[in-house]
């Protein structure tokens, strides 16, 4: 039996592991390293009135569009990641935990004298105290946007789905994002965006939107404090990115998806405890972007979507779910 046979069968009988397994994603976007420092404070500095934290233990993880990554790869598919990464430690971690977690950086640019992405996090017990970020917002050269334009033509022709990951730091650019949702549409290939900024033209054309609340509310220029605000907003983004869908993530109130020409789509969280939201939209990016992939129908991947987004608040970190954790008996 082919692959492709296997995940139609697999689709009938609800058969996550099998949906997900081999399905190959492109990620391009902004990838970052996730580092944490953990201890416990028990004094304030004699030098000035700040905690003072007695370091236990540190670890680090992939971050931004890495941590998209990481959670395709923990569902059993394949992603192809493009990013950029500077020749300096925290770009050499983030490679090693590429190879660690089975994951190719064959696609990643060299970023000459950008650093890499790299946010710390000081954390006492359970409390995260402060976070210091490392990073360049600078636009990036022709010769760096045409390196990863090259990349990330050719993870996209080998690819069934297509995540953009925007952060921010200068990757996605107008030129770039309009670039590779053409690719996209022209290869018939879903393109799932994580939008950043109030921008969301440059994402024109691409086949879902996820911003959060607050990005949603920038775009559109629209407070969002009730639901009626909200419907209102999601029209006006309907209307901004014609042939575009709009799912917003709403933290404890769940997700609402907006469709051209349809009502909209509300699904209540499933969080049962919320430890940590760092990560969250990364992992609701993959779990929709990898469903989309495997042709399940959008509201059912936004189901999916919502499950992964629960189950993850629950772990502590920058962390991935995997597909035990996304049954429920309603397939």
Do not use: W
């Amino acid at each position: 039996m082919s692959l492709r046979t296997e995940r139609a069968a697999a689709v009938t009988t609800g058969d996550l592991a099998a949906i997900f397994r081999g399905l190959r994603v492109a990620v391009i976007g902004d990838v970052m390293l996730d580092e944490y420092l953990i201890g416990s404070v028990a004094r304030i500095s004699p030098e000035a009135p700040v905690p003072v934290l007695d370091v236990q233990s540190r670890k680090c993880t992939l971050g931004g569009s890495a941590n998209v990554a990481a959670n395709i790869a923990a569902l059993g598919g394949i992603p192809i990641v493009v990013g950029a990464t500077a020749t300096d430690k925290a770009g050499e971690e983030l490679r090693q935990l590429f190879v660690k977690a089975g994951i190719s950086p064959d696609h990643l640019v060299d970023s000459g004298s950008r650093c890499t992405t790299s946010k710390t996090r000081i954390v006492a017990g359970q409390q995260q105290i402060v976070r210091l970020d490392q990073e360049s917002r600078d636009v990036f050269s022709e010769e760096l946007t045409a390196a990863v334009l090259g990349y990330a033509r050719a993870a996209i022709a080998g690819a069934q789905v297509a995540v953009l990951s925007d952060y921010g730091k200068g990757l996605l650019s107008n030129k770039v994002s309009q670039v590779l949702i053409e690719e996209g549409r022209r290869l018939n290939l879903p393109v799932v965006v994580d939008p950043k900024g109030k921008d969301f033209g440059k994402y024109r054309g691409s086949s879902v939107i996820t911003p959060n609340q607050a990005e949603a509310a920038a775009a559109s220029g629209i407070t969002i404090d009730s639901e009626r605000s909200l419907l209102r907003a999601g029209e006006y983004l309907l209307g901004l990115l014609p042939g575009t869908s709009v799912l917003v993530t709403r933290g404890a109130d769940g997700m609402t998806l907006f469709r051209q020409a349809e009502e909209p789509v509300t699904v209540p969280t499933v969080a049962r405890r919320v430890f940590d939201v760092v990560g969250a939209g990364d992992t609701a990016v993959a779990v929709l972007a990898m469903s989309m992939g495997a042709g399940l129908p959008l509201p059912r991947a936004m189901q999916l979507a919502n499950l992964a987004a629960g189950a993850v608040v629950g772990k502590q970190g920058t962390a991935t779910v995997t597909p035990a954790e996304l049954i429920e008996p309603c397939f």
